[in-house]
């Protein structure tokens, strides 16, 4: 049984014990669609694996930089269920990147008692990809830092297909409409133990959700940033921060002009 509390209030469990930094919540959990590799290796007339190089290092900065912000899970678009359509030779840097990216950084996770988790379909991915993620995880786990998700082999879509089979599998077939609830689909997402991410940034431009945390985003607020994932800084991701800190965030309630006074003091950014 998934160890997720169980509980039905979207919204509210949701909220990560947000640290903060001069009286305003830092987003506990931000997510990430790293977007505009190609593009960047293109506007410079060098082949797109050139872009995914430089996008490793714009990662591992944003990752120094989300943890220095005082951010407590940051999830990575790294590679989606719908990235296999792109040509093999590219597939195959891609995920080589990844491996290298897995092994190496190892010393810094250390160093920084980061922890690595993955959420997507690992079944998907190629032996010695699932066992380099395995190898990470376990040699973070034990660390209270930054939470670093790696979403690879992910689609917010399949996720939800994928828990709504294991809460098939766990009603043993007797798969009865009262046991369906967002409390037990939730339960059976990739990492039920996390927050809802509060923001979400994409670069690039482009304002699409490309089927990134599609349930965990529900209530996200959303920055849309117009560089090219390998030119985003440190210096970018405490703008997006500031402007999220700006947002007053709802969950479906009412308006602050409409809320009682009482009700607005124990609000907060949250
Ligand atoms: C997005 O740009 C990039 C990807 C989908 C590739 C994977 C990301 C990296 C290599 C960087 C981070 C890696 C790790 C392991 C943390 P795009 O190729 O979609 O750009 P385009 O839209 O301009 O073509």
């Known amino acids: 049984m998934p160890k997720a509390a169980e509980k039905d209030r979207p919204g509210e469990r949701d909220r990560g014990l947000s640290e903060t930094r001069g009286g305003k919540a830092v987003p506990a959990h931000t997510g990430i669609i790293m977007d505009g590799n190609g593009r960047w ?3 410079r007339g060098l082949p797109r694996t050139q872009g995914h190089l430089e996008g490793l290092k714009a990662a591992k900065r ?4 989300a943890s220095d912000l005082g951010i407590q899970y940051l999830t990575l678009y790294v590679f989606s269920t719908e990235n296999w359509k792109r040509a093999g030779e590219e597939v195959g840097f891609i995920m080589a990147l990844i491996k290298k990216y897995l092994r190496g ?3 810094f ?3 920084n008692r980061i922890r690595i988790r993955h959420t997507g379909d690992r079944g998907g991915l190629s032996p010695d990809i699932a066992e380099e993620i395995r190898k990470a995880e376990k040699d973070t786990q034990g660390f209270e830092g930054m939470q670093v998700i790696l979403a690879l082999n992910y689609g917010g879509r399949d996720e939800i297909v994928r828990a709504l089979r294991r809460l098939a599998a766990a009603s043993g077939g007797g798969f009865s409409e009262a046991a369906i609830t967002e409390a037990a689909i939730r339960a059976r997402l990739d990492n039920p133990d996390l927050p809802d991410p509060d923001l979400i940034i994409r670069t690039a431009g482009e304002f699409r959700i490309s089927n990134f945390l599609l349930w965990e985003g529900a209530y996200a607020e959303y920055m849309i940033s117009p560089k090219f994932w390998p030119d985003f800084t440190g210096e970018d991701l405490a703008l997006a921060v500031k402007d999220y800190q700006n947002r007053e965030r709802r969950f479906g309630g009412p308006a602050p002009a409409e809320r009682s006074g009482a009700e607005k003091n124990a609000g907060g950014a949250g």
Do not use: P
């Open 41 to 43: 290796a293109q506007s």
């Open 62 to 65: 944003i990752v120094k930089a």
């Open 105 to 107: 950084e190892l010393a």
């Open 109 to 111: 996770y250390r160093e």
